[in-house]
């Protein structure tokens, strides 16, 4: 199975953006690249997900690299709700199967 | 609102004594999941069902049983608890190829 690759924490000012890197270098050509997160007590949240393109909605952008081999999350403005654990998921194409890594911590700074 | 539900949300118990945590989604998904949460071990899955009475491992099945006798309801049983299965519980569910959701969690102490 492929693996995804995060760092384990990272620090980010109020009102700034932050790029949130995932490494999945065994990433199969059909593999889905999805983004969860998970707030402090909670259950972990859908942010973003996409196959080739860079894809955006309310929460977030996600770039995907051309080789398909890293992708980065991005919070255009980064707010103290934001601060959780960010986690860069593979979904097996045609299954349910979801690859978890360890995730990155996100710390935002007021 | 669309959910999915847990109960009990925390619970402490002692070894040996059998134990279900409850699973529950109002949005008609076909698949459903179990994980633990461990630190520095992340989330990891139990079990997962693709549809009523269709169930499977998944990475950390020992000491795990599952049921899914109805499309909404996944429950989690423990036989006999041992203090290796304390740790935080999460159901989930999905449509096929659709984002999953989590419930809130059930942290468990087995003493």
């Known amino acids: 199975d492929a693996k995804t690759t995060q760092p384990n924490s990272m620090e980010s000012n109020e009102e700034e953006p932050v790029h949130l890197p995932c490494n999945h270098s065994?990433?199969?050509?059909?593999?889905?690249i999805h983004w969860y997160r998970q707030l402090p007590s909670q259950g972990p949240e859908y942010v973003i997900h996409?196959?080739?393109s860079n894809v955006n909605n309310r929460m977030a952008s996600l770039a995907i690299a051309e080789d398909r081999k890293s992708s980065t999350l991005i919070l255009h403005r980064a707010t103290l709700r934001d601060a959780a654990v960010y986690y860069c998921?593979?979904?097996?194409?045609?299954?349910?199967?979801?690859?978890f890594g360890t995730g990155t911590r996100l710390k935002v700074l007021a | 609102e669309a959910q999915v539900t847990q109960n009990p949300r925390y619970l402490i118990t002692v070894t040996g004594k059998k134990l279900t945590v409850t699973c529950s989604q109002n949005?008609?998904?076909?698949?459903m999941s179990w994980y633990r949460q461990d630190p520095g071990l992340g989330l990891r899955q139990i079990y997962y069902?693709?549809?009523?009475?269709?169930?499977d491992k998944g990475d950390v099945p020992e000491g795990y049983k599952v049921s899914r006798k109805e499309k909404r309801n996944f429950p989690l049983i423990l036989e006999s608890p041992s203090p290796n299965q304390t740790s935080l519980y999460f159901c989930?569910?999905?449509?096929?190829?659709?984002?999953?959701?989590f419930g809130p969690g059930t942290r468990l102490t087995v003493l």
């Open positions: 996409g196959l080739t």
């Open positions: 989930a569910s999905s449509l096929q190829g659709g984002t999953r959701f």
């Open positions: 998921i593979l979904r097996v194409s045609g299954t349910y199967k979801y690859i």
């Open positions: 069902s693709m549809n009523v009475e269709v169930t």
């Open positions: 065994t990433i199969s050509g059909t593999d889905y």
């Open positions: 949005m008609n998904h076909e698949y």
